[in-house]
C-alpha cells in the first residue's frame, strides 16, 4: 500500500482527494500548510506527495525546494495556474508532474499510479535503500544524508544496511553479529557498540538534528521511526 501526503489547505478538496485515494488503497495523511508538511516530514516517510503551489505561509514552490534538497520522494505539483511557465518552473525546481485544478478524478488516479511506477521502477533498478534523509545504494555501496555523501567502514556499512533493510524491526546483537559476520554472537564483544557509536557520530557531523538508529535497551537496535 503506497502512502500518499496530500498538501491543501482547501478541506473541502483535500477531504474529497482523500476519500477517493482511501478508496482506490492508498493510505493518506494530509496537511494544511508549508509549515505544517515539513514537520510531518521530519516523523513520517511517503511514497509520493500531492502538493498543492497556492499554500498558507510558506509557498508551495519552497516546499517544493525543502524536499527536494533533502530527498527524492516523487512529487505532484497541483495549482489552478495554467501557464506554460508555470508548469515549465515546476518541473524545473523537481517536481515529478503537474496537475491544474479542476482537475478529473480518473486523470488525478492515473497521474498517481505512473509517477508511483515511475519511481519504483527506478528505485528497483539503482537498489536504494531509504530513511528519512539517509539513502544506501546496495549496488554501489554509496551512503549519502541528502547529497553528502556519507564515508563507512565495511562493518559500519554492513550494519546500516541490515537496519535500514527493515526500518521497523528490533535487531539484536544476536542478529547482528549472524548477519554481518556470520558468525554466532559472543556475548561480551562490546564490537557492534562501537560500530554504532561511529555511525552515529559521522550521522551528526552531516545532520545533527536527525537521530537515525535508535538503541531498544535490552533488546537490540532498530532505525529511529
Not at 488503497?25 to 511517503?46: D, H, M, P, T, W
Not at 524545473?92 to 486523470?107: L, S, V
Not at 542478529?175 to 559476520?181: A, L, S, T
Request: charged fraction near 25%; proline fraction near 3%.
Amino acid at each position: 500500500m503506497s502512502k500518499i501526503l496530500i498538501v491543501e489547505d482547501d478541506t473541502l478538496l483535500s477531504d474529497m482527494i482523500s476519500r477517493l485515494l482511501l478508496q482506490n488503497g492508498y493510505e493518506v495523511v494530509c496537511a494544511y500548510s508549508g509549515s505544517e508538511v515539513l514537520l510531518i516530514l521530519e516523523k513520517q516517510n511517503f511514497d509520493l506527495i500531492l502538493l498543492d503551489l497556492m499554500l498558507p505561509g510558506i509557498p508551495g514552490e519552497t516546499v517544493l525546494n525543502h524536499i527536494k534538497n533533502k530527498s527524492d520522494i516523487p512529487i505532484i505539483g497541483v495549482s489552478a495556474k495554467t501557464d506554460i511557465e508555470s508548469k515549465v518552473n515546476l518541473m524545473r525546481n523537481g517536481a515529478d508532474d503537474y496537475i491544474t485544478k479542476p482537475f478529473d478524478n480518473q486523470e488525478l488516479l492515473i497521474r498517481i499510479e505512473t509517477v508511483l511506477r515511475r519511481y519504483k521502477k527506478s528505485v528497483l533498478y539503482e537498489d536504494i535503500l531509504r530513511f528519512k534523509d539517509l539513502s544506501l545504494n546496495t549496488t554501489t555501496m554509496e551512503v549519502k544524508i541528502g547529497e553528502t555523501p556519507l564515508l563507512l567502514t565495511k562493518y559500519e556499512y554492513l550494519i546500516l544496511q541490515l537496519l535500514i533493510s527493515a526500518p521497523n524491526k528490533v535487531f539484536t546483537k544476536n542478529n547482528i553479529f549472524e548477519n554481518v559476520w556470520n558468525d554466532n554472537f559472543i556475548g561480551d564483544d562490546n564490537s557492534i557498540n562501537v560500530h554504532i557509536g561511529n555511525l552515529r557520530k559521522k550521522f551528526s557531523k552531516i545532520n545533527p538534528n536527525e537521530q537515525y538508529i535508535q538503541t531498544v535497551w535490552g533488546l537490540g537496535f532498530k532505525m529511529h521511526v
